[in-house]
């Protein structure tokens, strides 16, 4: 073998051993190449809530509002004045509006004197479902809803304001609520001056000679669904 011959072999093995080198360097640089330090994360924004809900004021059987001579406080039901009661809902912190009244006008007697009361189809507060628990000491095991909140358990879990005329049917109702497994209810007080009534007098919204289809859409939460498979 020619002397040139082992140069050039020599010189390939050279250049080989320099690459292994060169690849094994390589791969260390890259084993002890350290990862940079997560940026701490700073601090979350605190959620959106209304302004009402930050600024109502809540009454329970713990803590009774004591200006409101007559007024019942039931077990586990959250009473707050006809003006929180609005602003609440304006900013649709309640789930559902519970209408406990009839569908059509009834006129009872009232000590001797006819009273009309009306119907929920004859005004309502927009977006609220009737429910027609009346007359108002219906027993909880007898109560056979329109719109059947009780048909599952999230329906029972949802915030909700309960109503009638003046407030006091609707705070009886309230706590028939609780009885039935309601977890989250809600009333407007004091009774007898809180009601739909007290609502249509204040001027706040209201829907007229609206005719209810249990067929429709807006008649069905989307509670009663939420159970199914």
């Known amino acids: 073998m020619k002397i040139s011959t082992y140069v050039s072999l020599a010189l390939m093995g050279i250049a080989h051993a320099s690459a292994s080198a060169q690849i094994r360097r390589t791969k260390q640089s890259k084993s002890f190449k350290t990862k940079a330090p997560k940026a701490p994360k700073g601090p979350k924004s605190p959620p959106v809530v209304s302004e009402a809900a930050c600024d109502r004021k809540v009454w329970s059987i713990v803590n009774p509002n004591t200006d409101w001579t007559g007024h019942t406080h039931h077990p586990q039901v959250w009473y707050h004045n006809l003006e929180d009661i609005h602003s609440l809902w304006k900013d649709d ?137």
């Not at 519970?98 to 009306?118: C, H, K």
């Not at 108002?136 to 909700?160: G, I, P, W, Y």
């Not at 007080?189 to 009601?195: D, K, L, T, V």
Request: proline share 4%; charged share 20%; with cysteine.
């Open 93 to 229: 912190y309640f789930d559902y509006v519970l209408d406990i009244r009839l569908l059509v006008d009834v006129t009872v007697d009232n000590n001797g004197s006819p009273l009309l009361l009306q119907g929920y189809e004859s005004f309502h507060i927009p977006g609220s479902y009737p429910i027609t628990v009346f007359p108002a000491d219906t027993s909880a095991d007898e109560v056979d809803m329109l719109v059947d909140f009780t048909s599952t358990n999230v329906c029972k879990d949802s915030r909700v304001f309960v109503h009638c005329w003046s407030g006091i049917s609707g705070n009886m109702v309230a706590q028939t609520l609780i009885k039935l497994g309601f977890t989250n209810v809600h009333a407007a007080g004091p009774e007898g001056n809180a009601g739909i009534w007290d609502w249509k007098t204040a001027g706040y919204e209201l829907v007229e000679n609206d005719k209810f289809d249990a067929n429709e859409k807006r008649f069905q939460p989307s509670c009663m669904d939420a159970c199914t498979a």
